[in-house]
Nanobody, 126 residues
Framework: QVQLVESGGGLVQAGGSLRLSCAAS????????VGWFRQGPGKEREFVAA????????YYPDSVKGRFTISRDNAKNTVYLQMNSLKPEDTAIYYC???????????????????WGQGTQVTVSS
């Protein structure tokens, strides 16, 4: 069992930065891959980033590549999402999620993830 709690969201101007945190409980955290997803008003949940356990491979969609960075600190049971050069279209509720899978094809799909946090709001003003 893994429980996830996101934090770090807020209001920021376009071009600014935020760092989201995903704190996990459970002794299996070091053996799960963690992904970040976002959902804007009236939109489907969208893949933002993922990091595998073990090798720590990272994956991003083109929409955030070069601007967002995912990292993890297994000692702190925490995964971070550093978001730079934020745009108004990045406005959404951001969720972290955990899965025992590591394949990049599966990590981009929300249906792969078994455990989810409650989400944190990110609003980027123009």
């Amino acid at each position: 069992q893994v429980q996830l709690v996101e934090s770090g969201g807020g209001l920021v101007q376009a071009g600014g930065s935020l760092r989201l945190s995903c704190a996990a409980s459970g002794r299996t955290f070091s053996t799960v891959s963690v992904g970040w997803f976002r959902q804007g008003p009236g939109k489907e949940r969208e893949f933002v980033a993922a990091i595998t356990w073990g090798a720590g491979n990272t994956y991003y969609p083109d929409s955030v590549k070069g601007r967002f960075t995912i990292s993890r600190d297994n000692a702190k049971n925490t995964v971070y999402l550093q978001m730079n050069s934020l745009k108004p279209e990045d406005t959404a509720i951001y969720y972290c999620a955990a899965t025992f899978m590591t394949s990049s094809d599966f990590l981009k799909s929300p249906t792969t993830y078994k455990y989810w946090g409650q989400g944190t709001q990110v609003t980027v003003s123009s």
